[in-house]
């Protein structure tokens, strides 16, 4: 386990220790209305195609859309997600958010790096669940507790248009066995932890700006919207300079970037 930073202007003792025993933790608002406007109106450019793609973001289709299933009825409300938005400098500013780093440095350590980043956008006319999963399963860097997502709510985040669900301790469990879900439409890259007791979940509805902290072993998943509009978050994924990839691990596309250290 990485111990917190003394004298932190980060996470208080009783959310690291909330952090490590139950494998995540919510910050209430850690981030402004300002701010988390400045986020959905830089998506909403990208996901309409007002806006010109910087380079290595990708907007993913919802898979109903790239199929046909469903006819979108705006380009917005046909995103999945956009991904690896590194090079945007709005978007990139939610990673180098003083606050949101002193509370990554609070678990991680003062010397950080970016792994990956993402925009979610849940539209309602799609089927649009995440599979209950572990973020391990999708990065080779260790040691595990080196990692960590962030994931905060641009929209209000509920039960009715698709909030998070997770399983409180299951990061105490190991990286489990994913496979794919029985259902007729699963967006690409999506996979499911096998033989989860589903009944353990807890759905953490959330407020625009409220900031989740998760362990890379929580199993945590998402469900449909039932809303009339989206429902957005964006989301990072930090890992410890010291992580090391193992050897022979192939080395997925340019998205790291270094975090400058505390008072540079």
């Keep these: 386990?990485?111990?917190?930073?003394?004298?932190?202007p980060g996470l208080t003792p009783a959310q690291c220790a909330?952090?490590?025993?139950?494998?995540?933790?919510?910050?209430?608002?850690?981030?402004?209305?300002?701010?988390?406007a400045e986020f959905e109106t830089r998506f909403l450019e990208i996901a309409s195609g007002s806006a010109k793609?910087?380079?290595?973001?990708?907007?993913?289709?919802?898979?109903?859309?790239?199929?046909?299933?469903?006819?979108?009825?705006?380009?917005?409300?046909?995103?999945?997600?956009?991904?690896?938005?590194?090079n945007d400098p709005k978007l990139f500013?939610?990673?180098?958010?003083?606050?949101?780093l002193a509370s990554v440095r609070t678990l991680l350590g003062p010397e950080l790096q970016t792994i990956s980043t993402n925009v979610f956008n849940k539209p309602p006319e799609v089927d649009g669940?995440?599979?209950?999963?572990q973020d391990l399963r999708y990065f080779a860097l260790r040691p595990v507790d080196g990692i960590l997502g962030t994931w905060t709510a641009i929209s209000t985040v509920n039960r009715e248009n698709g909030c998070l669900a997770v399983i409180p301790?299951?990061?105490?469990?190991?990286?489990?066995?994913?496979?794919k879900p029985g259902w007729?439409?699963?967006?690409?890259?999506?996979?499911?932890?096998?033989?989860?007791?589903?009944?353990?979940?807890?759905?953490?509805?959330?407020?625009p700006g409220d900031t989740l902290l998760i362990h890379p072993l929580l199993i945590h998943g998402s469900g449909r919207n039932r809303s009339d509009g989206c429902r957005r978050a964006i989301s990072t994924?930090?890992?410890?300079?010291?992580?090391?990839?193992?050897?022979?691990t192939p080395k997925r596309a340019p998205v790291v970037r270094m975090i400058p250290d505390p008072g540079h």
Excluded at 1 to 8: C, I
Excluded at 129 to 133: E, G, K
Excluded at 184 to 207: C, K, L
Excluded at 237 to 248: D, L, M
């Design 1 to 8: 386990m990485v111990m917190p930073l003394p004298d932190s």
């Design 18 to 36: 909330s952090y490590w025993e139950s494998g995540y933790v919510c910050i209430p608002r850690l981030f402004s209305a300002g701010a988390v």
């Design 53 to 86: 793609k910087p380079e290595n973001l990708i907007v993913m289709q919802d898979v109903m859309v790239a199929k046909g299933a469903v006819v979108p009825t705006d380009p917005v409300r046909a995103v999945n997600k956009i991904l690896s938005f590194e």
């Design 93 to 100: 500013a939610y990673a180098l958010d003083p606050g949101l």
């Design 129 to 133: 669940r995440h599979p209950l999963h």
């Design 169 to 179: 301790g299951s990061h105490r469990e190991g990286l489990r066995e994913h496979g």
């Design 184 to 207: 007729e439409f699963v967006n690409r890259g999506f996979h499911a932890v096998e033989g989860v007791d589903r009944d353990a979940r807890v759905h953490i509805e959330m407020q």
């Design 237 to 248: 994924h930090y890992a410890a300079r010291a992580c090391q990839r193992p050897a022979g």
